[in-house]
């Protein structure tokens, strides 16, 4: 590619079951011969709905497709074609499994060897391919049948299978036909493929829409997220980011599947299907509503567990480190080269530096524990896989002369700063985000060391986690090293010593600086020499740990911040700052709502809520939709607009609506009790399904199950 080449552990583009071909006396329609087209995703009902208006010779034919995903038993979807001529002709229509499908939904990978798998077999209405490095074996299954009796005509050979049917079409008179389809792998836990072949054969698609009828029905019940505010659109993309969550990850599949969420989920072929931090974002989600995924996800973490210490070794590091890109195998899949569309040259690409990524991963498992209270996946491998990370950092702590630890050469978040200007290598000095993480994960495991539900002596004994370790991460959780001028927390060491860029002068000259590192590269110069940020790394941690826990951290650290520090804070990197990430806008939000500024915060959430829909960086939707800012946006409604913090051992609930949101209704989990919330500005009523303690405007409650509670401000 580009004059390289190039080694990826990609997605597979699967052979695509869904596809119909329509002959009108024996003659292909002209699919380009489009007179109407109108397609509509329901989220209530997970059914997607098409319809086409096509110009034939003869006359306008008409077709409805209806599209579902089987949401219980995961391996069957459905598709249903309803066709209609506006004329009398002799009609033909195959069903078709498509084998030729390449990888090629995103234009600049297009260069690569995009032909992922071989066809093995075709017999029996079913399609048997294979990956062609990782070998693991695909199986399709078909049957299509129609409403009007029609007989179908099977044609099988080497690369095609095709069930066709012939009938006389009549003007106005509508001929259905269903497909039921079953799609299993070898890299299924439960791999059956012949059980799932019955299913197929045995499996009609009323009985499919009854059952997502059923599940998605009982599903809004309980996870809507409800707000009601002069923006009309609002309501339907917040629906549709908890939709794409619900996709991309669900227990009912889950619990069978050695498999995390890529960053853009299931939808498209970007970044080629790599697992990156966006759990960070997502996994609160499903903690808080569907523990089961939560913990699923987890699990694809603990089982690289082995994968993350070879990569320790192979750097001469110790304990775990994980991949910043992991795919199947848990090994880095990070390029060390980078192509930029910009100027069509290859740069040098720092990104696998981001070690932050074992901090999301430890702070993903708190979280998890934190809100459901079960220990048993700490016993079961998470808090050996934790207590690694923590040897990993540990042994990249090093004491300087003042008595204080420097962690050297590792990347922030803000993927715009990969080295020092001039420097060889890359990573930085201290990355805020890093130090204030680490010191926060540290401070949680000498808290794990006394919880007595969790076996702590027995497994740090097991893995070699010694007392001098312990008394180390001790020490450390203590005497990191930060650079702070001013209340100012500087990204890393030397931050203040970059130079400004003109933000304007910039977007005068361009438009569109999102990618303002990708325009200076092209312009023969780097971002590492300059005050600009992709996402703000400081800021990051308070919207992880909140502004007082961030603030307490800092303290513990050994520095002093003036009283308006996150004022300070957030003004400076917002001024730094072009969003280059769609993660980046939710995190401004937090701080500039604890700050008072509701409209401010306000208008960048929406953007993000909006970001996929209105494909705000310019084309980057087609190649999937960003699966960490929908779970993103829907953390900061419930944590910081609505104001639930689970951060205590109760929770307590401080709304701060904008201006133009009357009220947020949402039902949660925390400690194995579910709340029912309706929220306005001034009010909060609850349910709770049991009894328990919560404090709501700074008042004290003890709540009695199934009994509503009312607060005022």
Known sequence: MAGRDVINEDFVNLPNPQLFKIYVEQKEIDYQKIIRRFSRLDLKQGQEFDEYDFQTEKGILHLQTVKIVDPVNYHLFGLELSLTPEFDAPIQVDSIVDTAILNQNVERYRDFDSREFDVKSIENKSVMAQTRQSEIKIHLFVNTTSEENLDAILIQNDQELIERFKFDGKSDVTNHFSKVIGLTTSNELNYEPQKVAEQVQDTNLDQIFARADLYWSQFWKFHDLIVESDNSELQTLIRLNIFHLQQAANHNANQYLDASVSSRALTGEGYRGHIFWD?????????????????????????????????????????????????????????????????NKWDPDNSRLQRHISLAIAYDVWYYYHVTGDATILNEGALEMILEICKFWLHKAILDDQGRYDINGVMGPDEFHEKYPGAKNGGFTNNAYTNIMLAWILDWVNKLAEDPKVSFGRISKEIGFSSDLMKKGQEVSRKLNLEIKDGIIAQFAGYFNLKRLDFAEYEKKYGDIHRIDRILKAEGKSPDDYQVAKQADVLMTIYNLGSSETKRIINQLGYDLPDDWLEKNTKYYLERTTHGSTTSRPVFAISLADLGQKEKAEEFLETAIGSDYYDI????????????????????????????????????VQPQLPPKWDKVQLETNFKEVSYNFEISSDQVQVIADDDCQINVFGQDRLLKGHEKSVFKR
């Open 279 to 343: 759990e960070i974002f997502f996994i609160p989600y499903y903690a808080k509503n569907d523990p089961a995924t939560a913990r699923d996800l987890i699990h694809y973490r603990i089982r690289r567990l082995a994968a993350a210490k070879q990569n320790a070794r192979l750097d001469d590091e110790a304990g775990a480190m994980y991949s910043w890109q992991s795919g199947m195998y848990g090994d880095e899949q990070a390029q060390v080269i980078h192509l930029n569309p910009v100027d």
């Open 617 to 652: 960086q310019g084309g980057t939707t087609a190649e999937g939709i960003h699966i960490g800012v929908m779970g993103e946006t829907l953390e900061v409604i419930t944590s910081c607009f609505a104001g639930i913090n689970i951060m205590g051992e109760i929770l307590k």
